[in-house]
Nanobody, 122 residues
Framework: VQLQASGGGLVQAGGSLRLSCTAS????????AGWFRQSPGKEREFVAA????????YYTDSVKGRFTISRDNAKNTVWLHMNSLKPEDTAVYYC????????????????WGQGTLVTVSS
């Protein structure tokens, strides 16, 4: 599975962005998918995840109520809708996929996209 992330950009605090992650291959629907982010000088951290069929979602506390993860397996796409963005959300966002048991554990994800930069200005 190859993943292609897009949708990043520059936005003012309080604004919104939608990130997309499009997968190649016919097996994408087998895999859970997640979004991680990494700021300069910091470790990559979990943001959100969704199960293979989309029945369950998981979020890190700092984005609950502001971000929504969704997917459409017919389109091989996962989205991260980000609202009420804050300067601390500035990071490179990565999508990932795999057969996941612990959704916030990046080591369980086998496939990674190239990252898309989100910059939130104050």
């Amino acid at each position: 599975v190859q993943l292609q992330a897009s949708g990043g950009g520059l936005v003012q605090a309080g604004g919104s962005l939608r990130l997309s992650c499009t997968a190649s291959g016919r097996t994408f629907s087998r895999y859970a998918a997640g979004w991680f982010r990494q700021s300069p000088g910091k470790e990559r951290e979990f943001v959100a995840a969704i199960t293979s069929k989309g029945g369950s979602t998981y979020y890190t506390d700092s984005v609950k109520g502001r971000f929504t993860i969704s997917r459409d397996n017919a389109k091989n796409t996962v989205w991260l809708h980000m609202n009420s963005l804050k300067p601390e959300d500035t990071a490179v966002y990565y999508c990932a996929a795999g057969l996941i048991h612990v959704y916030d554990n990046l080591n369980e994800y086998n496939y990674w996209g190239q990252g898309t930069l989100v910059t939130v200005s104050s």
